[in-house]
Structure formats: C-alpha cells, structure tokens
C-alpha cells in the first residue's frame, strides 16, 4: 500500500505564493501518473496539474502559467509550486499517485488526506 501525506497548504493574500508538497511511502513501486486535485467549497474534485513518467506535463487552464508540478524520486515527493494566487483557488487540495507493484501489470489509484489552500482578495 503506498501513503501520501500532502503539506505546505495555508492561507495566503491573492497575488502570493504556496508550494505544497506530497510525500510518498512504500516500496517496490512503479509510478506512472502523480497528480494534483482541488476541491473548492461545495463543488467537485477536478484535475489541477498531472505528471506523467515520461515527464509530460498537463494543467488546468485556469492555473497555466502560475502552477507547477514537479517530483524529487530520491525524497519521494510531489510538488506543486503555485504562484500569483487568486481567491478562486481556494480549495481542498489532494495529491494522487497511480502505481503498480514490481512485477504487476495492474495499476491503483492512491490518494492524500488533502490540506487546505485559502486565498482572500
């Protein structure tokens, strides 16, 4: 079973900047996706950034230029650095990870607890 504990969230001025970081436990895995949810206030989870192993890359339009997601293998965490805040960006955010154990051709889905992002105008 692989844990993901997401850190870094807070409240911030709009225009400000937040990293929230994911680290990642369990061994013997092969990750193929590491992602970023949100979760604003009485909507639904949607996609943010995504990285793929190969090292593309995919965000939202509304973050497109001011998020960026990255992943440090040897510290076995997930970034996303988030800059020029807007109080839409508000939300609940999740860190998502799909990985297959060494030697499995069958992938899961593996999610964080979420932490808070709160963006005041």
């Known amino acids: 079973q692989m844990q993901l504990v997401e850190s870094g969230g807070g409240s911030v001025q709009a225009g400000g900047s937040l990293t929230l970081s994911c680290t990642y436990s369990?061994?013997?895995?092969?990750?193929?996706?590491s992602g970023w949810y949100r979760q604003p206030p009485g909507k639904e989870r949607v996609s943010v950034a995504t990285l793929l192993s190969d090292g593309s890359t995919n965000y939202a339009d509304s973050v497109k230029g001011r998020f960026t997601i990255s992943r440090d293998e040897g510290r076995k965490t997930v970034y996303l650095q988030m800059n020029s805040l807007k109080p839409e960006d508000t939300a609940v955010y999740y860190c998502v990870q799909s990985a297959a154990r060494a030697g499995s051709y069958s992938s899961s889905y593996y999610w964080g607890q979420g932490t808070q992002v709160s963006v005041s105008s």
């Open positions: 369990g061994d013997g895995f092969t990750i193929s996706l």
